[in-house]
């Protein structure tokens, strides 16, 4: 959406939201109004049936991600030497919870497009929350979880640690403009902090969880199979065969889940296989079916998946950010494992 659509919207949003008020009567409505040094997007003038009377003065942002309503709090502050009477109101799109809670800390109104808003001023209070987002940015979605990207967000979350540019490309085997690309969107949700030693994840579990949102295994080239052996031999010989034949794997799900956070147990076993050739079917006796499977191989969207790989009980399992990842979105008890990895994995790393 552009600037100047998002700023008519905003228009329409905040006229029609204080009209709903039975005593409000909206007298003017001005844009780009400049006062000294100060600026408004919108100027609102409002008349009371009982003779009182407020100004409005709105900040109108591209998207409401908590720096950019940081960045709109401070603004509305200066006003208020230019528009001393007046309560300032920060706009969006679409206003996160987060960013809704720094307006209210410091006394600024919030209204989005969707709807949801707090504005409190005089005898007036109106309070609407919990509409979703009907204008996700799916273009900043896609960048941050991105496979090269996600390869960095998999480090950061490793990785407790004050990460400067250069050191953090290297690590995740991207560019520097990769890094520079999700530290801007991270910087955004004000989830890392910057210093002179770089720059580091503050906000782990909201990354995560997040990132849980808008992930699914299936992204990978996923093939379903039936074996007879029992799971322990199951998955001894794969390690196997993937080891004789020169494959790149690791155990996700819960092959993984019972082996580093055995609270729930789960039948199906999960590995990503660099590449899935006959001769590895064949040694392990695996049977390629469309339904009743009890083994996922997954060639993986992209070799981050192997990052952070370890070896436990002779085994290769995924590393906990991506166990967490898999099993968030897995029917059944998945989401009940993940907890438990995060409870007893990641955590500690925090």
Request: net charge neutral; glycine share 8%.
């Amino acid at each position: 959406m552009k600037e100047n659509d998002i700023q008519e919207q905003a228009v329409v949003a905040i006229r029609a939201c204080l009209e709903e008020v039975p005593f409000i009567h909206v007298k003017r409505v001005r844009e780009n109004q400049r006062q000294g040094n100060a600026e408004a997007d919108i100027l609102l003038d409002l008349q009371a049936q009982d003779g009182a009377s407020w100004q409005i003065v709105v900040e109108v942002k591209a998207n409401g991600q908590p720096r950019l309503a940081r960045d709109a709090v401070n603004q509305l502050l200066r006003c208020r030497s230019a528009f001393p009477e007046a309560y300032g109101v920060f706009m969006a799109p679409y206003v996160s919870p987060e960013a809704a809670e720094i307006c209210a800390n410091d006394g600024v109104g919030h209204l989005d497009l969707a709807g949801n808003c707090r504005l409190s001023f005089g005898q007036v209070f109106i309070r609407r929350e919990g509409i979703r987002n009907p204008f996700p940015q799916k273009r900043d979605l896609r960048s941050l979880y991105a496979p090269k990207s996600t390869r960095v967000l998999r480090v950061l979350l490793m990785r407790r640690s004050a990460w400067k540019t250069q050191a953090l490309a290297d690590e995740a085997g991207v560019s520097l403009g990769q890094v520079a690309n999700v530290k801007k969107r991270l910087r955004d949700r004000e989830w890392i902090a910057e210093g002179d030693a770089g720059f580091m994840l503050t906000k782990p579990q909201g990354l995560l969880t997040d990132w849980a949102e808008n992930y699914t295994y299936r992204k990978n080239t996923v093939r379903d199979f039936y074996s007879m052996k029992e799971t322990d031999e199951l998955e001894a010989a794969l390690a196997k065969a993937c080891g004789e034949l020169d494959i790149p794997y690791a155990f996700t799900g819960f092959s993984a889940a019972r082996r580093i956070a055995p609270a729930v147990r789960g039948q199906r076993t999960m590995a990503y296989i660099g590449n899935i050739p006959e001769g590895l079917v064949g040694r392990v006796e695996l049977k390629e079916v469309p339904s009743g499977a009890n083994v996922s191989l997954m060639i993986p969207y992209d070799d981050g998946v192997f990052y952070g790989a370890r070896d436990v009980e002779g085994l290769r399992v995924v590393c906990p950010v991506q166990l967490y990842l898999d099993l968030k979105g897995y029917k059944g008890r998945g989401e009940e494992a993940a907890e438990a990895v995060w409870k007893q994995e990641l955590a500690k790393l925090w």
